[in-house]
């Protein structure tokens, strides 16, 4: 008989004797089922390995050529400022990162989608007490119904769709939370038996409990590195999905970027700040409150039922009193961080479109010495900022102590009574039989009425009440925790509301300029030549220039009305009739190419204009010349990018011809090739922005393109072969311009500011009679003036000598003699 040690042996060998006989019948029958022999299965195996071998080194080679590929065409991209465009409408673009070239696809927003979105954001429900979707002033940032609306119409930005990115990271975010939750039980429970072990001075498990300890610490490590890492990742997508958005809004064809700053004034000159700052301060804060929401909500939950088990419903009754006496007491004397956040973010875009004038204007305010003037005006600006933050802070003092102390030190010593309840009050203790019997000395009948045989020793009665008294002490210190991290979160939540308000009026005023939704307040009626009493038409698809009865009105931001320059202006512009625009300074010379070009609206009558900008369309010239950020090749093709430029099968033999034409041949040798990036704003001269201008003009080859003084640094006979050179590529131009010497290359003149009222014009074409007339009338008027002089001079000597008397009565005159001199006015009198 075989002894214990040898049975389990021979059971193993018996078995393993077994299936080994198996095995083998098993491969007899396939060797005698296979037709082909063994040589031919080994030379079938080589053959198949082999070509396994070829066909993996010829995909890996493939991924590596393509790879290189993109590698190559991302630096050659990067260098060259440029990116490929897809059919579905979707940009690659390439950006550095560690010595080499990481592609980014950026989607772009689709038109249907701002469609469905336009009513969350400009018809929001009326309990909201909004209208057009910006909030009134009336409106507190808080917690109201107005930010519960605005919250969800940007997560509807944030997470489009529930298939999307940012539901795997939320959800993702939301197991490690209750993975969190969990661990956290189990160290209180791990807690109590390693302090109870440690008591009654069990090594063995005192030391298996450490190394439990340890294990557990790895992996809540794990777990606390990973919420915080998933919560910035949430972050970056929402900024992400929100910039995107913004910047498709933003830079609509609509120009909205335009109109944002010179017609609407709902967000003003901070938009900058809105974009940058307050957009990334709402995304931090949105994410942070989903982890600071989500994981003390599931703590409090699963701590109290936790705790109900172990200390008794009474407890458990007095703990959700504590909660909702707290939450009442620091909701009633919470200050409104809303308010003051939204404040301080307006104050800090006020502070920062300072500083972005200053460098905006370095050049003027240099030459005019502003630098004093410009230094008390920055200390002004960033003395309120600082006397607001100063407020904050002064205000957080006090609520910080009331927090503190009733969160961390009013909830503790309310802990120690709760988790002692076990232990002086036995009876109305917890539901497990365990905990009642540590509690009572028995392990059978509460209160040892009727013990059980089994009667535990004092040191175990001992042990367990202080195992079950520190896991309720670690649970409530826990609940504690995530009670304190919900009620700080009232203070988060209201932050939030006023980074929520902001950004929700940036979106909901780029929604509104967008889709031209100007309407008067409540129960007034709309300015006159205000944005809401817009009611003409801009049509594009015509062949030239038309205006009919349209008025010249300078506007004035929303909802204030403008100041009408010219009643009813009409004129067309056919192709081949150039056409200069003249007249004295304000007269609305430059509000014509505006309105032209959809700046400013038409508010009657009829602007007709062509469709496309390019060949088949229109171009402007504004008086500043523009140097974009990038290379050589793009301050020539601007607006046009290399890959535009690719697209449209245009070569860099073309540019050079055509800065040869503009006269600026030279910079492409001076500034070292095409590729070369600078800030070419600071580099090239006046004269040389104006014809790189020209040079854009006769790249894109327009039918038709205004001028607006785009010539003014230019000497007279450039700008007289750059006039030519684009007449003869078919450009009709439109110049405006007050230089009498550029009549020879239009055909038609338009004068503004004539008569008394400065809003009268006259159209006339150059060379006829009755522009002639118009020439030899102004210089008969100007004779006029001229002969009259001598009379002006004569009144002007009787006028200085009346006022050298001053009468004091009927037939007594004072004469006066007034002396000036660096210390005052000395009067002399006769008696």
Known sequence: MATPRQAPADRFSQLFDHFYERLVGRLDRLERRNPLSKRTTQLVATLALSLTIITSGY????????????????????????????????????????????????????????????????????ETGMESGVPPTNIKPGLNMAFLH?????????????????????????????????????????????????????????????????????????????????QSKISIAFRTRLTRYIHDLYLSPQLA????????????????????????????????????????????????????????????????????????????????????????GRKEGEFRAMHARLIANAEEVAFYAGGPTEHVLLDQGFRELRKWMEDIYRIKVGYNMLEDFVLKYSWSAFGFLITSMPVFLPTLGGLTREAKSLATGSSGTVGGASPLPNVSSPNDRSGGRMKQFITNKRLMLSLADAGGRMMYSIKDVSELAGYTSRVYTLISTLHRVNADAYYPPRGTHPELFG???????????????????????????????????????????????????????????????????????????????????????????????????????????????????QEAGRRESELQAVLEQAKLGYLLKREGGWDTRKMWKDVLSGGEKQRMGIARLLYHEPRYAFIDEGTSAVSSDVEGLLYETAKSKGITLVTISTRASLKRYHSYTLTLGLGD???????????????????????????????????WKRRRKEIDEELSKVWIGEDEILEVEVAFSEGGVQQGHEG
């Not at 590596?64 to 630096?75: L, P, V």
């Not at 979707?90 to 950026?106: C, D, E, G, H, L």
């Not at 189990?186 to 294990?215: C, M, N, P, Y």
Request: with cysteine; proline share 5%; hydrophobic share 40%.
């Open 59 to 126: 995909g890996g080679y493939r991924v590596y050529r393509r790879r290189k590929t993109e590698r190559d065409q991302g630096r050659r991209l990067i260098r060259r400022n440029s990116g490929i465009r897809s059919k579905d409408g979707t940009r690659t673009i390439y950006v550095p990162y560690k010595n080499q070239a990481t592609k980014v696809v950026i989607h772009t927003t689709k038109q249907s989608t701002f469609d469905a979105h336009r009513r969350l954001f400009l018809s929001p429900p009326k």
């Open 531 to 645: 944005l809401a009493d817009v009611q003409g038409t801009l049509h594009k698809g015509f062949d030239g220039v038309r205006l009919e009865n349209v008025p010249v009105v300078a506007p004035s931001l929303y909802p204030m009305g403008g100041e009408e320059l010219i009643d009813n202006l009409s004129f067309v512009v056919g192709p081949g009739d150039h056409l200069l625009v003249t007249g004295p300074n304000g007269a609305g010379k430059s509000a014509v190419s505006r309105i032209v070009a959809g700046l400013w609206p038409t508010y009657r009558g009829l602007t007709s204009r062509p469709r496309h900008e390019g060949q088949d369309g229109i171009m402007f010239l504004p008086q500043r010349p523009y140097l974009s950020p990038g290379t050589l090749r793009d301050q020539v093709t601007y607006p046009h990018t290399e890959m535009d430029m």
């Open 257 to 344: 970027y335009y109109k944002l700053h010179n017609l609407d004034g709902g967000v003003g000159q901070e938009a900058d700040q809105f974009i940058t700052q307050d957009l990334t301060l709402f995304c931090d804060s949105a994410a942070s409150l989903y982890s600071s929401l989500g994981k003390p909500l599931v703590d409090v939950v699963t701590f109290n039922f936790q705790l109900y088990r172990s200390i008794g419903p009474l407890a458990l009754s007095g703990l959700l009193i504590n909660y909702f006496a707290t939450a009442t007491l620091l909701r009633k004397l919470s200050p409104p961080f809303g308010k003051m956040k939204a404040v301080e």
């Open 757 to 791: 009222e400065a809003n009268e014009y006259e159209f006339l074409r150059i060379g006829t009679a009755i522009e002639k007339n118009s020439v030899e009338k102004e210089l008969q008027e100007l004779h006029e003036r001229l002969s009259q002089v001598d009379e």
């Open 150 to 230: 605005q919250f969800g119409a940007l997560m509807n930005v944030m997470i489009p769709r529930w298939r999307s990115k940012e539901t795997g990271l939320l959800t993702t975010h939301a197991v490690f939370l209750l993975l969190r939750t969990y661990l956290s039980l189990v160290v209180a429970r791990l807690d109590g038996e390693i302090v109870r072990d440690l008591v009654a001075g069990q090594g063995r498990a005192f030391v298996l409990g450490i190394a439990k300890w340890l294990s557990i610490g790895a992996v809540s490590s794990y777990t606390n590195a990973m919420i915080k890492f998933l």
